[in-house]
């Protein structure tokens, strides 16, 4: 039962143009969502977050935006360079007081072409 | 500051026997997570570690075991290897449970 989906496998995008990266989710108790960035070899490399109190948080060139009615993210990167050139993983949890375990994605391969 | 470090790095084991992978946390992180990613797959949670105790757990057998120690290191055991245990393990460390996680490079575990 995936819970997190990420429905495209590939995106290609032109340096310098936006990158939009979707991830959908089927659990509404789902209060916390991160992205995380993977380059072969290399374990994933946290990129940013957001709870579900706010509907966009913005870090530099990345900014996420969540719908919660829809159950809906996404990873919004401008300007789009080379090195973004990754797979990236969203990933939600709830919240609770016994911990927390996160859901990921199966990941968007993203290529920036120069 | 190290990050999470994982070790070893590669493996090869044989179906059936048993393997132990480590991970230490990054510097000031209580809190220890496992996960296994398969092929073309994302990171699926095996459990979690606090205070030396298992508090989370995701959908995987007994054969899957772990233990976190005082120094906040922890170790994933797996007993009776079968051919889909092959997958890379990754280790993840928080800040208490609340916070996003740091992952380690991973361990690349082959089954024959």
């Known amino acids: 039962d995936q819970q997190v989906k990420q429905n495209s496998p590939s995106l290609s995008v032109q340096e310098g143009r936006i990158s939009i990266l979707n991830c959908d989710y089927t659990n509404s108790m789902f209060d916390y969502f991160l992205w995380y960035k993977k380059y072969p070899a290399e374990g994933p490399t946290f990129l940013i977050s957001?709870?579900?109190?706010?509907d966009k948080n913005e870090d530099g060139r990345f900014t996420v935006f969540l719908n919660k009615s829809a159950k809906h993210l996404s990873l919004h990167i401008v300007p789009s360079q080379p090195g973004d050139s990754a797979v990236y993983f969203c990933a939600a949890s709830q919240l609770i007081n016994t911990g927390n375990q996160f859901y990921f994605g199966t990941g968007t391969s993203l290529t920036v072409i120069p | 500051d190290a990050g999470v470090t994982q070790s070893p790095t590669h493996l090869i084991k044989t179906r059936g026997q048993q393997v132990t992978l480590r991970c230490s946390p990054k510097s000031g992180h209580d809190t220890v997570s496992w996960y296994q990613q398969a092929l073309g797959q994302g990171p699926q949670f095996i459990f979690q570690y606090y205070e030396e105790e298992e508090r989370q757990r995701g959908n995987f057998p007994d054969r899957f075991s772990g233990h976190q120690f005082p120094n906040y290191s922890s170790e994933l055991n797996v007993n009776a290897l079968l051919l889909g245990d092959s997958a890379l393990y990754l280790c993840a460390s928080s800040f208490n449970t609340y916070t996003e996680a740091f992952f380690g490079q991973g361990t690349r575990l082959t089954v024959v």
């Open positions: 957001i709870s579900s109190i706010k």
